[in-house]
């Protein structure tokens, strides 16, 4: 059986701890990945979805523990970190002619 982590008080407690303990004895399997949003949101976003599409993304968000429009952010992010290879590019302006 694993150990339970202790509880650490302060900052340098925790390095003290993650210092100098051996992190395969502790139980971690109640750990969940956490992003820090650390850049300003300076800029905003207007659209229009259908209610399912929306509904649905508030579900997803609900179940990852997060605000909606965090949620929004992430998928965001991660379409745009993924290669370029596959996508479509978009529609291009067809020009006038002219007469």
């Not at 300003?40 to 179940?63: I, S, Y």
């Not at 996508?87 to 020009?95: G, I, L, N, T, V």
Request: charged fraction near 35%.
């Amino acid at each position: 059986m694993k150990k339970k982590l202790p509880v650490l008080k302060t900052d340098e407690e925790a390095e003290r701890f993650v210092e100098t303990a051996d992190l395969t004895e502790y139980d971690l399997s109640q750990f969940k990945p956490v992003r820090f949003e650390f850049a300003p949101k300076t800029e905003r976003v207007n659209m229009r979805l259908p209610a399912p599409l929306l509904a649905g993304v508030k579900a997803r968000a609900a179940r990852a523990g997060m605000p909606y429009q965090r949620y929004i952010r992430l998928a965001l992010e991660e379409a745009l970190a993924r290669p370029e290879a596959g996508e479509r590019a978009p529609p291009r302006k067809q020009k006038r002619k002219a007469g």
